[in-house]
């Protein structure tokens, strides 16, 4: 099933210069030469909200939810919150019938508020004592082991049986991770775990890296992982009955960049799974999946406001704008896909760098065509940030950030609101309040 199929409405959008891998399955220009989201202008959201802006099409999230949950019928899907959480985006995931992974107190809140079942609720990442009170207290379905540490923090402190998973790090992918049991250590904290009686060992979790386009990788760890749970079966008489593949799928951000396919994925995972079982005589355990980037990353758009054009002499050209993608989380000097979303493009174009209003380091995209006439006051969309943008953004130079709008069936709704230098001022105990 592809995703034309599970959100055929988008047909009526396409437009030859709209690569569908990168920007929002509705996204389509209007007559005007707008760029249209959700059936709604991006310059009726800017002239509404203001900019900078994050733009996400819940249809499209919601679909990339359905084709995960049509091409891998067989596995648990739980949505990698990280990537971007609201307690409406959230809501969106349960919906379609997905679990949320959380990484911290206030994901965990938000899921919460949600009302995300909490048996379809995973916590992993770094936890701190006080942080393990809550997600114990709300009956979380599962808790994933990352450090030895762990293992007693959190058998001193539950007060029932609680299901865990030990992160094992395989030898392929990107063995190098900062959490995680190697290995070779691995059946050590296995048999720790194990031996609590409050823990419930229900199965492993691995993560094998980020931006994953090999699904070959997923088969090699699934024949490592079925072969530690053939061991803990061995030597603890345990038979764990889950394996959590984590997520790390590769989706493009420009044209022409590679992605993870689903199908592939599917059927490697049925290979490996049946080879690796029938080798070790192991009952098939339930594969569980966390992708994030890969539902959150294309449903969102960046709308910025050119501030400022600087031709320099040899023709180079700067664009800054009043906001961009936070951080630019794909590192130094990567691109993004922007485009003109106000008005037409003309024929004539030339190469430019989109900068943000912070400076050194505020790259957004180089070399990237635009109109020769861009001038200040045109609206640029930023495509593929709708992933590690409005949950790692920062009030760097104490400029507040910038609000979540959802858009869908023509209509747009504010998800969180822009911050505001009243909200960053009442942190400030310096100040009176006046």
């Known amino acids: 099933m592809t995703l034309f199929e599970l959100l055929p409405s988008v047909r009526h959008g396409l437009n030859p210069h709209l690569d569908r891998a990168v920007w929002p399955l509705s996204a389509y220009v209007d007559d005007l030469g707008r760029l249209c989201v959700g059936d709604v202008a991006a310059d009726d959201i800017a002239a509404e909200y203001g900019t900078p802006i994050q733009v996400v099409d819940e249809e ?21 919150g990280k990537a971007l959480l609201s307690v409406d985006v959230a809501r969106w995931a349960a919906d379609e019938g997905a679990g949320v992974k959380v990484c911290s107190a206030a994901e965990l809140a938000t899921a919460l508020a949600a009302d995300v079942p909490p048996q379809r609720i995973v916590l992993a990442g770094a936890k701190t004592a006080t942080e393990l009170g809550d997600p114990i207290a709300a009956g979380v379905g599962r808790i994933v082991i990352d450090s030895p540490s762990e293992i007693s923090l959190l058998a001193c402190r539950v007060g029932h ?22 290995l070779s250590g691995g059946q050590a904290a296995l048999r720790r775990v194990v031996d ?3 823990l419930d060992l229900v199965g492993l979790h691995c993560q094998l890296g980020a931006q994953l386009t090999d699904a070959s990788l997923y088969g090699a760890a699934i024949r490592q992982m079925i072969g530690v749970m053939a061991e803990v079966r061995e030597h603890h008489q345990v038979v764990l009955t889950e394996l959590n593949l984590g997520g790390g799928h590769a989706i493009p951000h420009r044209s022409g960049e590679p992605e993870l396919n689903l ?5 490697t995972v049925d290979a490996a799974l049946e080879s690796a079982c029938a080798e070790h005589g192991f009952p098939r355990p339930k594969i569980v999946i966390e992708p994030g980037r890969a539902i959150a990353a294309r ?8 501030t400022a054009v600087k031709r320099q002499p040899g023709g180079h050209t700067f664009v800054a704008v009043d906001g961009g993608p936070a951080g630019n989380r794909r590192g130094l000097g990567a691109k ?15 190469p430019v760098t989109v900068v943000g209003r912070n400076g050194h380091g505020d790259e957004i995209a180089r070399d990237v065509e635009l109109p020769a ?7 640029l969309a930023v495509a593929c ?12 130079s104490l400029v507040g950030r910038p609000p979540l709008v959802a858009v869908s069936g023509g209509r747009s709704r504010e998800l969180v609101r822009r911050e505001t230098v009243a909200d960053l001022l009442a942190r400030d105990r310096g100040w009176n309040g006046q």
């Open 60 to 80: 499209d999230f919601r679909a990339r939810i359905r084709c995960y949950r049509a091409t891998l019928p067989d596995a648990e899907l739980i949505y990698g």
């Open 385 to 396: 940030t709708g992933a590690y943008q409005h949950s790692t953004v920062s009030s760097l």
């Open 196 to 198: 609590q009686p409050s």
């Open 373 to 379: 006439d861009i001038h200040p006051g045109d609206l």
């Open 336 to 350: 993004y896909t922007v485009a003109l979303a106000n008005r037409h493009r003309p024929t004539a174009s030339a």
């Open 161 to 182: 049986r609680q299901r865990v998973l030990v992160r094992v790090i395989p030898d392929v992918g990107t063995p190098d991770q900062k959490f995680g049991f190697a």
């Open 263 to 267: 199908r592939s994925l599917g059927a």
């Open 299 to 306: 449903a969102g758009v960046t709308l910025c406001r050119i």
